[in-house]
């Protein structure tokens, strides 16, 4: 476990009990563990601000029978092959296709593939869910969550 530093903040007593009441109910053991979650969140904005290298996962709900739309899905994420690491085509149903993309880069580049993507007609959905390298945030967090990743257990979220 990395060096631990204690600190101490104070907080208006209907302030504490609303965090309180929301610990039990995202079912945090702790304060502390709250906060260090609550940190990082913080910490990777601050990376996106900062046009860091981020990473990212798009999704795509588009509909599956409009002519040349998947043709032209896939030549766009061509057109960003230096930040696009996965992508995943699944067929919903006999009309939409969902397509989720694992990107790694510049977090103005990854937030221009996501716009692009989400533009063309027949594109019912897309969305862009922010993460991290993870390279600003190593702590503990890996170590005492159990997995050898340190997956949160199920019930966490
Ligand atoms: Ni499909």
Known sequence: MGK???LSFSLEAELARALDDLLGRKGYGNRSE?????IRGRLVEEEWADDAE???TITI?????????SE?????????????????????DRDICVEAVLVKGKAT????????LGQPKGVLHSSMAAATTGKKL??????DRGGPHGSPPMTRR
């Open 109 to 116: 580049r990854v937030r221009e593939i996501a716009d692009v």
């Open 138 to 143: 190593k702590g503990e967090k890996g170590r």
């Open 72 to 92: 032209h899905l896939t030549e766009l994420q061509h057109g960003y092959h230096d930040v696009i690491l996965a992508s995943t085509h699944i067929h919903l």
């Open 54 to 56: 981020v990473v990212g």
């Open 61 to 69: 709900v588009y509909d599956h029978h409009r002519p040349g739309l």
């Open 34 to 38: 709250f906060l260090r979650d609550l």
């Open 4 to 6: 631990l530093v204690r």
